[in-house]
């Protein structure tokens, strides 16, 4: 019997409206997190929780609250799993000098994308 665990599960670490726009999507674990400092702090620590779930393949996380747990997603990029996604809030994408995405292509395909 293999005691190997799949990582089969996307999560999301949005805010509440993009939640719905997940649930939508049909992702089923989803952790809305409401703007009071409470549960910024209660995210980062779910944060730290699903980066470490081994169930976990992909987390989607608003820019918003990338940005606020910078230090902690750029050690979780260091690792193969979870792929981490950033995708723009109802605020609209966050401008910044390089894409995550195009971070993405490039460490895994060893190309760059115009994006």
Known sequence: MSTRVERSHIV????????????????KRIYPIRDDETNVETSRDLLVK??????????????KYADMNRAILDRAA???????????????????ETS???????????IELDL
């Open 12 to 27: 999301g670490l949005t805010d509440e409206m993009t939640a719905l726009g997940l649930k939508l999507a049909g992702i």
């Open 78 to 96: 260091l690792r193969p799993w979870p792929v981490i996604v950033e995708i723009p809030g109802p605020e609209g994408k966050i401008q910044r």
């Open 100 to 110: 995550t995405l195009k971070t993405l292509v490039k460490n895994a395909l060893g």
């Open 50 to 63: 699903l980066i470490a779930d081994e169930s976990v393949a992909v987390l989607i996380i608003t820019e």
